[in-house]
C-alpha cells in the first residue's frame, strides 16, 4: 500500500491497527497477549498511578459468561465480540489522591485518559504482532461486574475483543483531514 | 541498551517515549510536529467522532501568555513547562450523541479514553521522531480558556510539552510488574 511505504514504522503499525471484528477460528498465543499487556504496562500515567488491569479471558465457558453479561439488553448490538476467541476486560484501579482528588480540583477523570493511553498501547502491540483488536465501549458494566465476580475497587472502563483477522481487505481509514484537527496559534 | 534490544519497533518507541521536563533551545519543526498530529489524527474513537483538536503554540508571546494562565495558583508545579519550546493543547470537541447520551447511559467518559488514544499517538510519534513529550494534567482549565479566548464548544483535556530533550539520562521507568496487571480467566 502507497500509504504506508513512505512512513516510518511507528506510522505503519497505526495504519494497520483497525478495528476488527470478524476473526478466523484460530486461538491466540498467551505470549503474544502477555506482551500486549506489557507493552501498555509502560504507558504514562497522572502521577504514575498505573491505574489499569488486564483480565484476559480466553477460557471459552468464561468467555461465554462475560459475553452474556456484557453484550445484552440494549448492548446486544455488541455481541458480535462474543465470537472473538479473546476477550480482554479493562479495569480501573483508582487511586484516591491523583483520581479522586485531583478529578475534584480539575474536572478531569484523568483515569480515563490514562487507560485510552495504556489500551492504545495494547492494540498497537497487537497490531505489530498481526493480531486484530476492537476497543469496545458499548457493554454493561453490571453484566461484566457479575460476570467475572468483579470486586470493588475494579471499575470496568472498556473491553478488548482480540483474535486474528477474518476480514480479506478493510476500507479505508475515514478520518478529518489535518487542518480540521491541527491549528497553530489560533484556534480554527 | 539491552532492554531494547531484544524488541520489536513498537517496544522500542515506547521505550523510548519518556515525560521530558527539561528541553534545551533548539525549536521544533512544525513539519515535525504535523506528523504527530497526523498519528494522532488516525487513532480510533467510539463511534469514530473524533474529538480531539491540537492547538500548537509556538508563537513565544502566547505561550507565555498560556503558560501563565495555564500554571498559575495551585497549578505553580508545572511551570516548569513554561520553557518548552513549543506548547499543544489538547481540546475535546464533543459529540452530542456519542458524548452525551453514551455516558448517560454508561457512565464513561467515552471521550476522554478518546483523547488519551490519539494523544498518546502523538507523544509516540514524537518519540519516534526524537522529541521530548510530557502530558500535563495538571493545569488551569479556566487559565487556558482565557488565555486562547477559547470557544465554548471545546473542553480542554490535557497539554502537551514539546521540544528536544536536555536530560543527559533518564531514570529506569517505574513500573509494576506484570503480573500485578495482567491475569488470565481470573481476577487477581
Redesign the interface.
Known amino acids: 500500500m502507497a500509504e504506508q511505504s513512505q512512513e516510518?514504522?511507528?506510522?505503519q503499525?497505526?495504519?494497520a491497527?483497525r478495528?476488527v471484528r470478524r476473526f478466523d477460528g484460530r486461538p491466540v498465543e498467551?505470549e503474544l497477549l502477555?506482551s500486549c499487556?506489557?507493552?501498555?504496562?509502560?504507558?504514562?500515567s497522572?502521577e504514575?498511578v498505573?491505574p489499569?488491569?488486564?483480565?484476559?479471558?480466553?477460557?471459552p465457558t468464561?468467555k461465554a459468561r462475560l459475553a452474556e453479561g456484557a453484550f445484552s439488553g440494549?448492548y446486544r448490538v455488541t455481541s458480535w465480540a462474543e465470537r472473538a476467541p479473546v476477550l480482554v476486560v479493562l479495569f480501573a484501579e483508582l487511586d484516591i489522591l491523583a483520581n479522586r482528588l485531583?478529578k475534584r480540583?480539575?474536572?478531569?477523570?484523568?483515569y480515563?485518559?490514562?487507560?485510552?493511553?495504556a489500551?492504545?498501547?495494547f492494540?498497537?502491540?497487537a497490531a505489530?504482532?498481526g493480531l486484530g483488536t476492537c476497543?469496545i465501549?458499548?457493554?454493561s458494566?453490571d453484566g461484566v461486574r457479575k460476570a467475572?465476580?468483579?470486586?470493588r475497587r475494579?471499575r470496568p472502563?472498556?473491553l478488548f475483543a482480540v483474535g486474528y483477522s477474518a476480514h480479506e481487505r478493510m476500507p479505508e481509514?475515514?478520518?478529518?483531514a489535518?487542518e480540521e484537527?491541527?491549528?497553530?496559534?489560533?484556534?480554527?
Chains 1, 2 share one sequence.
Open positions: 516510518g514504522g511507528l506510522k503499525v497505526i495504519l491497527r478495528s498467551r502477555r499487556v506489557d507493552a501498555a504496562r509502560l504507558a504514562p497522572a504514575n498505573q489499569w488491569r488486564f483480565l484476559v479471558v480466553d477460557d468464561l440494549i485531583g480540583v480539575t474536572g478531569i477523570d484523568y480515563l485518559l490514562d487507560l485510552g493511553i489500551g492504545e498501547h492494540c498497537l502491540q505489530e504482532l476497543w465501549g458499548w457493554f458494566s467475572l465476580g468483579t470486586p475494579l472502563a472498556a481509514k475515514k478520518r478529518r489535518l484537527i491541527c491549528w497553530f496559534n489560533e484556534i480554527g
